[in-house]
T-cell receptor, first 109, second 116 residues
Framework: QKEVEQDPGPLSVPEGAIVSLNCTYS??????FMWYRQYSRKGPELLMY????GNKEDGRFTAQVDKSSKYISLFIRDSQPSDSATYLC?????????FGKGTRLHILP | NAGVMQNPRHLVRRRGQEARLRCSPM?????VYWYRQLPEEGLKFMVY????????ESGMPKERFSAEFPKEGPSILRIQQVVRGDSAAYFC??????????????FGEGSRLTVL
């Protein structure tokens, strides 16, 4: 079993829809949970960072962590064409940060 | 405040040559990570360094690959005797000392290596 599982997509949704992106993990040692956004031919940029189970909201973005189920989610409300990118979940603990494969998201105008 | 700087952005090498990729972390950052990204795959951890120390190199192939982060100057990822399978985007990320391995990484734009 891979440490981090993420559906690669692509995921296409109409503008204005709510987007749900998810990752599962197997390593209970992970303590930090992140979502990064990567535009084509660019480096990833940190979107959301959470430390504990529960929800964290930042504008149109909400990150959710369920440690008991080893499941994390990112919700994007009122999606915009500019949200079209690859979204990578990441988890850290100890000296290592492990990334999911990324989900390609297309917001259709 | 300049971000993480990587160079070269694009590098073409023939099989058997050496590739050197450089990374200057953000000002004040003392932790550097290197990741490799292949098409349709995520970021694969390679190595984590602090100034003059390799903290974790568990993701780096044992042969042909090496990394350093000297007291002065950029971090360097070196690939000797490159093969076609080394073609990928190599990303460097840095973090400040206070956060260490908490995941708040700042990435460069990447160096894209093509091996002919």
């Amino acid at each position: 079993q891979k440490e981090v599982e993420q559906d690669p997509g692509p995921l296409s949704v109409p503008e204005g829809a709510i987007v749900s992106l998810n990752c599962t993990y197997s390593n209970s040692a992970f303590q930090y949970f992140m979502w990064y956004r990567q535009y084509s031919r660019k480096g990833p940029e940190l979107l959301m960072y959470t430390y504990s189970s529960g929800n964290k909201e930042d504008g149109r973005f909400t990150a959710q962590v369920d440690k008991s189920s080893k499941y994390i989610s990112l919700f994007i409300r009122d999606s915009q064409p500019s949200d079209s990118a690859t979204y990578l979940c990441a988890m850290g603990g100890g000296d290592k940060i492990i990334f999911g494969k990324g989900t390609r998201l297309h917001i259709l105008p | 405040n300049a971000g993480v700087m990587q160079n070269p952005r694009h590098l073409v090498r023939r099989r058997g040559q050496e590739a050197r990729l450089r990374c200057s972390p953000m000002k004040g950052h003392s932790h550097v990570y290197w990741y490799r990204q292949l098409p349709e795959e995520g970021l694969k951890f390679m190595v984590y360094l602090q100034k003059e120390n390799i903290i974790d190199e568990s993701g780096m192939p044992k042969e042909r690959f090496s990394a350093e982060f000297p007291k002065e100057g950029p971090s360097i990822l070196r690939i000797q005797q490159v093969v076609r399978g080394d073609s990928a985007a190599y990303f460097c990320a840095s973090s400040p000392p206070a956060t260490g391995t908490t995941g708040e990484l700042f990435f460069g734009e990447g160096s894209r290596l093509t091996v002919l």
